[in-house]
């Protein structure tokens, strides 16, 4: 008998495991997408760099690698956010399935404790 509470109560509890087990993931994703895109500047700015010094006395080339290089930092800032855009709105995909999975559930429960809330006794 009392196996049936505790039943009840880890399947009421359940929902909120999965919404933090999606939180976790999508914080893990979006880390190493931060990670990977700090990388990426990192290296860009010293490839950068080595280029302006290789440039200086030429100013057509140093100011066409500076171009380079904004246009590749755009393009990793871009890309990043793309994916970290496509990441959130998976998550809140998932995050909406389990809330509505649960509110079916306990509209279900609740239905049988309190019959037609809405309606005057």
Same mark, same amino acid.
């Given at each position: 008998?009392?196996?049936?509470? =505790? ?11 999965? =919404? ?6 999508? #914080? ?6 931060? !990670? %990977?895109?700090?990388?990426? $500047? ?6 950068? #760099?080595?280029?302006?010094?290789? $440039? ?6 140093? !100011?066409?690698?500076?171009?380079? +290089? $904004?246009?590749?930092? %755009?393009?990793?800032?871009?890309? !990043?956010?793309?994916?970290? +855009? ?8 998932? =995050?909406?399935?389990?809330? %509505?999975?649960? +509110? ?18």
């Amino acid at each position: 008998m009392e196996k049936q509470p =505790i039943d009840e109560m880890s399947r009421a509890v359940q929902p909120l495991l999965d =919404i933090a087990a999606i939180n976790q993931d999508i #914080f893990q994703r979006m880390t190493e997408l931060q !990670t %990977e895109y700090m990388s990426h $500047c990192l290296e860009n700015s010293l490839v950068q #760099f080595k280029s302006a010094i290789d $440039c200086i006395t030429d100013p057509q080339a140093s !100011t066409q690698s500076q171009l380079d +290089y $904004c246009k590749t930092m %755009e393009h990793l800032l871009s890309e !990043t956010a793309a994916q970290e +855009y496509q990441a959130i709105h998976q998550a809140h995909d998932k =995050i909406n399935q389990v809330l %509505e999975s649960s +509110y079916k559930h306990h509209s279900r429960f609740l239905n049988g404790i309190y019959p037609n809330p809405t309606r005057p006794v």
